[in-house]
């Protein structure tokens, strides 16, 4: 067993989101099929001097806005026109909307990661010994993006966005298993204690308004649909023009290695 504590300050921050379902139920439905989780690194001191200023400047300039209940971006709620993003009917505000969320994403300096596990695959594969899709995935992922921090020296604290109290509870006894023991094949105790030094994950709900969650959430979906076709495996729609250019104003900050899928 290897656990490891130490008293020291991180430079940078991992913001996690997930899309899709973790449960294995409905698998022959390609909307049920897949979970991904996506995975944003900023730089702290960056983050902390430009990134939620950011954002809320260009909430300010497209929707209402309340600075005791400033509009929280959701992908599903942007998608449906749901409580502030209503205004995106008029075609004209949604146009320059994509094109401002566009640029911003252009501008932003991180590093994005995405994991995505084929349910159905994994279950026929290990019909005995299945793994939590989610912590699965979450395991797979942090290993990666071990792998950039450990090459950089550097190292980095998880936020992640709240899934509730039973969810937060096995996801943070899942971390501490993988700190104390590793993961399978995928990475060591000492590996992630020296890549993520925090041993508690920070969770965090939407109305926390936290930045790097919200820019998870906008482009978890598509980096999820783009894995998924890139490996040749079908998906139960085809990506949305919207969709495709969130993915292109981004991929030059997906890491080399930064799309990987699980079966």
């Known amino acids: 067993m290897f656990y490891y504590n130490p008293v020291v300050v991180v430079n940078y921050r991992l913001y996690i989101d997930e899309t899709g379902d973790h449960r294995y139920k409905q698998l022959d439905k390609l909307e049920s099929r897949y979970l991904g989780l996506t995975g944003v690194l900023f730089k702290k001191e960056y983050y902390d001097g430009a990134i939620p200023q950011a954002l809320e400047s260009l909430k300010k300039q497209f929707f209402k806005y309340d600075p005791d ?65 989610y912590i699965y995935s979450l395991a797979v992922l942090l290993w990666r993006v071990r792998g950039y921090l450990h090459f950089h020296k550097l190292q980095a604290d998880i936020i992640a966005e709240a899934r509730g109290k039973v969810e937060d509870a096995k996801i943070q006894r899942a971390f501490t298993y993988i700190r104390q023991n590793g993961f399978t094949d995928y990475g060591t105790a000492e590996g992630y204690c020296q890549a993520f030094p925090d041993d508690e994950i920070k969770f965090r709900t939407k109305i926390h308004n936290v930045a790097g969650l919200q820019l998870a959430d906008l482009i978890a979906y598509g980096q999820k649909v783009k894995t998924v076709l890139d490996n040749g495996k079908p998906y139960h729609k085809p990506p949305s023009l919207f969709t495709n250019k969130l993915n292109e104003a981004i991929e030059p900050n997906v890491n080399r290695y930064g799309r990987y899928y699980l079966e």
């Open 69 to 133: 209940t400033p509009p929280i971006l959701v992908r599903s709620w942007i998608v449906y026109r749901k409580h502030a993003f209503g205004v995106l009917v008029n075609e004209d505000l949604r146009k320059k909307w994509e094109c401002a969320i566009f640029n911003l994403y252009r501008t932003i300096k991180m590093e994005i990661f995405t994991v995505v596990i084929d349910k159905k695959a994994h279950i026929e594969h290990y019909p005995m010994e299945t793994f939590d899709a």
